[in-house]
């Protein structure tokens, strides 16, 4: 690899730089962020350096104009108003990190203006296509109850696909009814299960469940303990509990509806149009603010008044047609 003769600049555009590096070394670390996080920003960053070096420039001598060129690159490549919102924020990030540390002089950020994003209400599933996908699974065998338990345990908990990629047997309460979650910056919740997930989550773990795809030697420390296993007898992934969900969906007739966290948006928009807590659900969920479970107060409001217009004579008496 290239060094300049700048101390920690690289000229190679696949590199980082080591002030970069530093930067994502201390979210991972020092801020806690999570693992996917810091994914994303290390591949915002790394493009962003790219677009740097063909313009001569590094991420520690960035102009005003490079940080603007490079947002309007990214809109041309045809990247979406979140993206770019995403990407402006590990500038930001990067860019503080190195002036506080002494990196750099001048934050070429400061003056870039917020990309305003539209926000968008979750996609949930009516409660008939839930049970649609619920009971899509059908059989008796080893895949099927895995199948199963994962749907029932993702929606009767409303926890993320990586959160449930995570759990190890020890998480699961075994009279509590409670299931131990390892939530986004490490942040630890207790979450409930209800009868159909914990139904669900016995047969997996019975006698011609789980057992039938355990190995007969662990390829990686830590499989042995986890909840959910491929048929290789690992650790099922956040990609595998996707794609058990695709091709669930796709038999229950319900390919286009669903989406990686389609069952956390539906457990949190039945629970408030049945009468929950906005503070339960908010807990439920591991949110940090309630403004962002408060989004699906708004779903279930666009569901009432959907209902109300299809149901009463003359919800639409006056209304152009």
Known sequence: MVRSSSPGVIEDPAGLSRAVEEYLTWLAVDQGRARNTVASYRRDLTAYAASLAARGRTVENATVDDVEEHLARCRRDGLGPASVARALAALRGVHRFLVEEGWTDADPTADVGSQKTPRRLPKALDEDEVRRLLAAPAGDDAPARRDVAILEVLYGTGIRVSELAGLSLADLGSDTGLVRVLGKGGKERLVPMGGGARRALDAWLGPGGRSTFEPTRWARRGDAEAVFLNARGGRLTRQGIWGVLKKRAAAAGLADRVHPHVLRHSCATHMLARGAD??????????VSIATTQVYTRVS????????ERAHP????GMAQ
């Open 278 to 287: 906005i503070r339960v659900v908010q807990e439920l969920l591991g949110h």
């Open 301 to 308: 409001l666009e569901h009432l008044r959907e209902a109300y």
């Open 314 to 317: 003359r919800a639409r008496e």
